[in-house]
């Protein structure tokens, strides 16, 4: 059977495709970028179940579903087909976003806020966990063996474009719900931050009427009138020895080293810039914002270069350099945004006080603001809070809050550091797609190469920020230690690749 | 090449054990060392979401060992056989 399809075809099944699963990953992302202000609003402190609710709703609930909505959705789209089936998680995905921006806060409801934000998030974990199988394999199902990289590789684009939507959505929301830029952070910490999830709303219901329009996958509607589906898709997958050894190898010998590599290089060094370097919120945001539209063509340059050369080698060199560079790249990170080598100017120095009364208590807020200017240009912001009681006494705050403002060639040096760490991204993850595709029989192969993927991003990736981070809290004494979790799994990775996988382009994916 | 996969088999075996062990003995010292909600929970997932990984880990050295990775499939039916 013929599986390339006209060039107009085959560009409406990219499209259809792509836009759905990059709503998905916007979807899912704003639930990260905003876990902060969402904890604040339903899981109050000092209360051990909410506690409880807001690690397991923040930390790791949708990442860790994202393996079991690959093994339901991967069934269903072998047993039911492609099309429907990433229809239905779309939906689910959608309509999770929606509802968590419309769940009044704990003040409100008490217990059932927590609870039900948790149970949206595994929503948004199973879809996600169903669709990018689906996605990838319905394109490359209508894709001719020569342009699989190449055509896959756009759906590669999503996840990042939507970390990138995301981002976007959410800083301009902070911005504009009012004049002032203060009034408009606390309108957007108190209820603006909703916005980004109703917005989701539109976007699927657009996705959603594109891809109604879409036809059934050709391979699988083929297999399906002759009678060949899968009957136990996840049976096949797991229980037979020569797929499982392939969804082994598949997981650590390429999606484990990809999954760490991916989100090291976009989550993590936001985190790393925000809470080590100390830079400020939204510096730190359009950072990331630049390097992921300068390194994002990459995908697609990977993609096609993979259907030249094949796929093997581009991700394992991806997965080396990034292993040999992760620590002067953080190094160079923090020598750029560091303030203690260089001296601020003390004439320059400014100190804003300001006291809100707090309304119905019998005490203040003084919030002290002290703006330092380096010699290198980074101006340091540190606010002090002190509680000021009616009889007199004071209460100082424990921690100062420090933000650092980049001058404009550290900024943009720093943009040059996050964006070849993107591009390790694009060379691991622009050809994996049709990897995963090439080395799984059509009956199973939602199924079979959704497992790999979600274990190796939602699992071995998904967790990469969390990892670092309490790798950070035991080993106080190296602020990269965190890296070393990231640079293992993905030289481990790197020699199961190097040593396991073949560099075979499969011609036909049609069996 | 293929006796260097088969031996590899029996390092992953080791290494798969070892670094689960490891886990292991982190989550145990960081739970006694402070065992707040948050400390038993994140450590817990840790020890959880991580055990299927070791034992499949196990079950990929266990199958380079038997030479199961000697030649891949080059179709569909060779998978399945």
């Given at each position: 059977m013929q599986t390339g399809n006209a060039p107009n075809q085959i560009r409406k099944v990219i499209f259809a495709s792509s836009v759905g699963t990059l709503i998905e990953w916007y979807d899912f992302y704003i639930f990260g970028s905003l876990a902060p202000i969402i904890a604040a609003q339903f899981f109050p402190k000092g209360n051990p179940t909410a506690a409880l609710l807001s690690t397991l709703a923040t930390f790791a609930a949708g990442f860790i579903v994202r393996p079991f909505g690959a093994l339901v959705f991967g069934r269903l789209g072998d047993k039911v087909g492609r099309k429907y089936t990433f229809l239905l998680t779309l939906i689910l995905m959608g309509g999770s976003t929606f509802a968590i921006g419309l769940v009044p806060g704990y003040e409100t409801i008490g217990f059932a806020a927590p609870l039900l934000v948790l149970m949206l998030r595994l929503v948004q974990g199973l879809a996600l966990g169903g669709e990018y199988g689906g996605a990838a394999t319905y394109v490359a199902e209508h894709s001719p063996a020569h342009r699989r990289g190449f055509f896959t590789s756009w759906i590669q684009t999503t996840a990042t474009l939507g970390l990138l939507l995301s981002l976007g959505i959410i800083l301009i929301t902070r911005k504009s719900l009012d004049q002032d830029a203060a009034a408009s952070i606390r309108a957007f910490e108190s209820w603006g931050w909703r916005i980004p999830f109703w917005f989701s709303i539109i976007l699927v219901g657009m996705s959603?009427?594109?891809?109604?329009?879409?036809?059934?996958?050709?391979?699988?509607?083929?297999?399906?009138?002759?009678?060949?589906?899968?009957?136990?898709?996840?049976?096949?997958?797991?229980?037979?020895?020569?797929?499982?050894?392939?969804?082994?190898?598949?997981?650590?010998?390429?999606?484990?080293?990809?999954?760490v590599v991916w989100y090291t290089g976009q989550f993590y060094a936001q985190t790393f810039l925000e809470t080590a370097c100390q830079v400020d919120f939204e510096q730190t945001r359009t950072i990331l914002i630049w390097a992921i539209i300068?390194?994002?063509?990459?995908?697609?340059?990977?993609?096609?270069?993979?259907?030249?050369?094949?796929?093997?080698?581009?991700?394992?060199?991806?997965?080396?350099?990034?292993?040999?560079?992760?620590?002067?790249?953080?190094?160079?990170?923090?020598?750029?945004?560091?303030?203690?080598?260089?001296?601020?100017?003390?004439?320059?120095?400014?100190?804003?006080?300001?006291?809100?009364?707090?309304?119905?208590?019998?005490?203040?807020?003084?919030?002290?603001?002290?703006?330092?200017?380096?010699?290198?240009?980074?101006?340091?912001?540190?606010?002090?809070?002190?509680?000021?009681?009616?009889?007199?006494?004071?209460?100082?705050?424990?921690?100062?809050?420090?933000?650092?403002?980049?001058?404009?060639?550290?900024?943009?040096?720093?943009?040059?550091?996050?964006?070849?760490?993107?591009?390790?991204?694009?060379?691991?993850?622009?050809?994996?797609?049709?990897?995963?595709?090439?080395?799984?029989?059509?009956?199973?192969?939602?199924?079979?190469?959704?497992?790999?993927?979600?274990?190796?991003?939602?699992?071995?990736?998904?967790?990469?920020?969390?990892?670092?981070?309490?790798?950070?809290?035991?080993?106080?004494?190296?602020?990269?230690?965190?890296?070393?979790?990231?640079?293992?799994?993905?030289?481990?990775?790197?020699?199961?690749?190097?040593?396991?996988?073949?560099?075979?382009?499969?011609?036909?994916?049609?069996? | 090449?293929?006796?260097?996969?088969?031996?590899?088999?029996?390092?992953?075996?080791?290494?798969?054990?070892?670094?689960?062990?490891?886990?292991?003995?982190?989550?145990?010292?960081?739970?006694?060392?402070?065992?707040?909600?948050?400390?038993?929970?994140?450590?817990?997932?840790?020890?959880?979401?991580?055990?299927?990984?070791?034992i499949g880990f196990l079950i990929f050295g266990w199958l380079a060992f038997q030479g199961a990775y000697d030649n891949l499939p080059e179709s569909s039916e060779a998978v399945e056989e």
């Open positions: 959603i009427y594109i891809r109604l329009k879409m036809h059934e996958s050709p391979l699988f509607s083929k297999l399906k009138a002759e009678g060949k589906t899968s009957v136990n898709p996840i049976k096949e997958s797991l229980m037979h020895k020569g797929n499982l050894k392939m969804v082994l190898l598949a997981l650590f010998g390429a999606t484990m080293g990809q999954g300068f390194a994002t063509p990459l995908f697609i340059v990977f993609g096609y270069w993979s259907d030249k050369i094949g796929r093997k080698w581009i991700i394992m060199v991806g997965l080396l350099l990034a292993v040999f560079s992760y620590r002067p790249i953080y190094q160079q990170m923090l020598q750029i945004t560091d303030t203690q080598k260089s001296v601020a100017d003390p004439s320059a120095t400014r100190i804003e006080s300001v006291i809100n009364p707090a309304s119905g208590k019998d005490y203040s807020l003084q919030t002290t603001t002290t703006l330092q200017f380096y010699q290198n240009g980074i101006t340091e912001r540190r606010v002090h809070a002190d509680t000021l009681f009616a009889d007199g006494t004071e209460r100082s705050g424990s921690n100062d809050k420090i933000s650092k403002e980049l001058p404009e060639q550290s900024y943009w040096a720093i943009v040059a550091l996050i964006f070849i760490q993107i591009v390790f991204v694009t060379m691991v993850y622009g050809p994996i797609a049709a990897f995963l595709v090439e080395i799984f029989p059509t009956k199973i192969r939602y199924t079979s190469m959704s497992l790999p993927y979600h274990l190796g991003n939602g699992v071995f990736g998904g967790m990469t920020p969390f990892i670092a981070v309490l790798l950070g809290t035991i080993y106080t004494g190296d602020v990269l230690v965190g890296l070393w979790y990231p640079i293992a799994v993905a030289a481990v990775c790197l020699v199961i690749g190097v040593i396991y996988l073949n560099n075979r382009i499969d011609p036909d994916v049609n069996d | 090449m293929n006796q260097v996969k088969k031996v590899l088999g029996l390092v992953w075996i080791v290494f798969g054990l070892t670094a689960y062990g490891l886990l292991l003995k982190t989550c145990s010292e960081q739970i006694e060392l402070k065992p707040t909600t948050d400390t038993i929970i994140q450590w817990s997932i840790f020890a959880i979401i991580f055990l299927p990984i070791a």
